[in-house]
């Protein structure tokens, strides 16, 4: 197995709205942000080469919307042409899309403008694309709190392109990796769990837990449509990740990318810090 990490741009969201209820006094001091109060946030991708797939996990924000969402400041969006060919693929050798959950920020790079036009169509396009099947029905049909996070285009076309896959519960879709639905921050968010080698398990953990500094259970985003969920979902994920030393993936920390965890007096830490790539050599 082989796991490359594609940074494909960052944002900026108000860190009251990342941290919740947490008082900025508090949050400031495990998160950094400027002086008008925003956050720096990654889109940090995960594309894994197996015996027989090659597996794209998110694809950040793509292009088409960002004059519409130039309040986030969107910054150094990937061209996934440039990206996969720098590490020895193309677009086209993509055999999966795991789509964590259909927020802009998460799959408005799974299509792309493909003419001067800007006529849209697939970014990847042999790929199937794997949604949670409720997170797909909340994309049709959004309630209020989430429907400016959906844009139609970032994902009907793979629907009329045949190439959409709705997970209704755990599956694998390689012998070594398997997904599993979460909820919370939206319902049917999919986690990738990545088994490496015999020792190592990777989890992608999306949203559920969008940086490091979001690690206690009651450091939920305002985001979050359903709070209480998220709590107890995270305490689910970080409770398998501590009794299996799993390492966790962040996509959206801008200043750390992987860590596992322990508990530690009845509290949830980080240790290890650092790039996957070292924390799976130093094992």
């Avoid at 910054?75 to 020895?88: N, P």
């Avoid at 359903?226 to 107890?232: G, H, N, R």
């Amino acid at each position: 197995m082989k796991i490359t990490t594609i940074e494909a741009g960052f944002f900026h969201v108000d860190g009251g709205a990342m941290f919740g209820v947490v008082p900025k006094r508090v949050w400031q001091k495990r998160y950094p942000c400027n002086d008008q109060n925003f956050c720096r946030l990654a889109m940090r991708l995960l594309l894994i080469e197996t015996n027989n797939r090659l597996i794209l996990i998110d694809s950040g924000a793509g292009k088409k919307q960002l004059e519409y969402l130039k309040y986030y400041d969107f910054t150094e969006i990937v061209d996934f042409g440039e990206a996969l060919k720098q590490h020895g693929y193309t677009c086209e050798q993509v055999t999966d899309v795991v789509m964590t959950h259909l927020h802009f920020d998460h799959c408005g790079g799974t299509t792309s403008f493909v003419d001067e036009n800007k006529t849209v169509g697939l970014t990847f396009p042999n790929a199937l694309v794997w949604v949670g099947r409720v997170q797909w029905e909340n994309f049709l049909q959004p309630n209020v709190r989430e429907g400016d996070s959906y844009f139609t285009e970032n994902m009907l076309p793979v629907l009329q392109a045949g190439k959409l896959q709705l997970v209704d519960k755990e599956i694998k879709i390689d012998d070594r990796v398997m997904l599993k639905l979460f909820h919370g921050h939206t319902v049917g968010q999919l986690v990738p769990y990545i088994s490496y080698d015999d020792e190592n398990t990777l989890v992608y953990v999306g949203d559920v837990i969008p940086v490091v500094a979001s690690i206690p259970i009651a450091w939920v985003s305002a985001y979050d449509t359903f709070p209480i969920t998220s709590m107890e979902d995270k305490e689910r994920l970080l409770n398998e990740a501590a009794e299996k030393r799993q390492l966790l993936f962040f996509e959206h920390d801008a200043y750390f990318e992987s860590c596992r965890i322990e508990i530690i007096n009845g509290k949830y830490r980080a240790t290890e810090q650092g790039k996957v790539a070292d924390l799976l050599i130093k094992k």
